[in-house]
């Protein structure tokens, strides 16, 4: 089998190419390789590839910037996917691609339905709601929407609270946004999981979109100050303690984006179809964590 994969230098790439080459071979690329602003590079290498899978992790991922760059966010998060969508379904194989709680408002008071209705509140949202629906086009898609990816690789929440407990007195974290942490590597391992059913099953026919997060859900102060807890508990030596941080409303801390208050993704449906136990966020924050402080 050979996978080709887009964006292998960022959190959810990274752990997608260690995990899938178990599998075959895994053209992994970043921008050095595909330039995903590019259409007719992006045509050109796959006419080159001929992959048998397409699997699409990459985005523009600056969510407040994508305010003042909608073009390039547009180019990234619509444009790119609707080439690799087209070339997937000329090519007659299936394509996995990576989308967002941002697709939504926010406004829901309980965890969004892969059903419910789209209202993305910024460029970034409104730029991944279209780059799912050129996806759509191709038969054979899965699409997975996720929320407050993690790992010990690249930029991420976790890695920033860690930095900072060791360098300030003192915090102030949101209260108000909920959500549900999840790492790339538990998004790679269910990828993995579904990528082998998909070639193993020549009836598959569970293609389309799904939530996809670890069990269990908070909010980004309980969240730093459970990072904190933990870091204490690896004897980490730190400047704060987790009662140093404040809760604070998101008014108080604006931001050029919007970001969605619910960010609570409702996973039964790829849990029942793929039959999946998703591990808890707060396990996978430690074992994070414990990598990244020995």
Not at 34 to 46: E, M, R, S, Y
Not at 244 to 269: E, F, H, V
Request: aromatic share 10%; charged share 25%.
């Amino acid at each position: 089998m050979k996978i080709l994969l887009t964006g292998k230098d960022g959190q959810v790439g990274f752990a997608l190419h260690k995990k899938l080459m178990s599998l075959g071979e895994v053209v992994a690329t970043g921008r050095h390789e595909l330039d995903l602003a590019n259409p007719d590079a992006i045509k050109a290498f796959i006419d080159k590839t001929k992959p048998d899978i397409i699997i699409n992790p990459a985005a523009y991922t600056k969510v407040d910037q994508a305010e003042n760059e909608p073009e390039l966010a547009f180019q990234i998060n619509a444009i790119a996917p609707q080439v690799l969508s087209e070339k997937s379904s000329e090519l007659d194989i299936p394509i996995i691609h990576f989308s967002t709680d941002y697709v939504f408002d926010g406004l829901k008071h309980e965890p969004y339905l892969e059903t419910d209705e789209v209202n993305p509140q910024s460029v970034y949202g409104q730029t991944k709601w279209q780059g799912e629906e050129v996806v759509r086009q191709n038969k054979k898609h899965i699409i997975f929407r996720t929320s407050w990816v993690f790992s010990s690789h690249g930029q991420n929440f976790l890695k920033t609270i860690l930095k900072l407990i060791q360098e300030k007195t003192w915090l102030n974290v949101v209260s108000d946004q909920i959500g549900t942490p999840t790492s790339s590597e538990a998004l790679a391992d269910v990828t993995y999981h579904i990528v082998k059913t998909i070639f193993n099953d020549s009836n598959f026919k569970d293609f389309g979109t799904y939530h996809m997060t670890l069990d269990n859900e908070t909010n980004w102060y309980r969240y730093a100050c459970f990072i904190t807890d933990e870091a204490a508990r690896l004897e980490l030596q730190t400047l704060m303690t987790s009662k140093d941080i404040k809760p604070i409303s998101s008014d108080t801390y604006p931001t050029l984006a919007k970001r969605p208050m619910n960010s609570r993704l409702d996973t039964t449906k790829i849990k029942k179809t793929f039959m999946l136990e998703l591990p808890h966020w707060e396990e996978e924050v430690k074992r994070i964590l414990k990598a990244l402080t020995h």
